[in-house]
């Protein structure tokens, strides 16, 4: 598994700091920022379904299960055969099953295609990644982040991203838009800039 790690010393953080110095004190609450990237596309966007609107731990345990159920091989064949009763037992909803064969669908008759990733944009990714149930544009942002681990992508859908920008700048009444439109000064690592909003206050 690939990782990506960014410290004070790193070029995109030197750039972002002279590109928007009030990023100093976002920058200097953590020494290093490490994010690992998922290589296994098809079984990133199996861990991004399951993960919906569950916290971390119980999202873990059903994971696990999963794998069990699978004999630690997830693939969309498997996936499209198994009984949904059998995904259900390992505490799966209805509807994620249904995501879950979506996903396991579009994979098999290609209406998406992981061979050419590299060649596309952003953009390009997201529109197709879509086009899979249960996958919207948040989870293909994640998808281009910590699977692809594109450098330049920031998600105003994001809930934790929105409430970190408004305390680094003391700004509680940003909107969406005006977060938007100050992510582009940060351009081209905005996902830079994203990983240390996340983990800003992770010592407090």
């Known amino acids: 598994m690939k990782k990506l790690k960014y410290n004070l010393e790193s070029s995109e953080v030197k750039y972002l700091l002279e590109k928007d110095p009030s990023l100093f004190n976002l920058f200097h609450r953590k ?16 861990g991004t379904i399951v993960a919906q609107q569950l916290s971390t731990k119980v999202v873990q345990v059903i994971f696990k299960r999963l794998e069990v159920l699978f004999n630690h091989e997830i693939t ?18 209805y509807q994620k099953i249904k995501y879950l064969k979506s996903l396991s ?10 061979s050419h990733l590299d060649d596309m944009t ?9 086009r899979i149930k249960g996958i ?4 293909a942002q994640m998808f281009l982040m910590f699977s692809l681990g594109r450098e330049d992508v920031f998600s105003v859908l994001d809930l934790g991203l929105r409430n970190a ?4 700048y003391n700004q509680p009444e940003l909107t969406n838009e005006q977060i938007e439109l100050m ?5 081209p690592y905005r996902s830079v800039v994203s990983h ?9």
């Open 122 to 130: 952003d953009e390009e990714i997201i529109n197709m990644l879509v």
């Open 196 to 204: 240390y909003l996340w983990h800003a206050w992770d010592s407090e």
């Open 165 to 168: 920008a408004k305390k680094i």
């Open 76 to 93: 969309a064949k498997k996936i499209m055969e198994i009984a949904d009763e059998d995904l259900k037992s390992i505490g799966l909803s």
């Open 183 to 187: 992510s582009q000064n940060w351009k």
């Open 136 to 139: 919207g544009i948040w989870s």
């Open 105 to 114: 669908e579009c994979y098999l008759e290609k209406i998406i295609d992981f």
């Open 31 to 46: 020494d290093e920022i490490i994010v690992s990237i998922d290589d296994d596309y098809f079984v990133s966007l199996v």
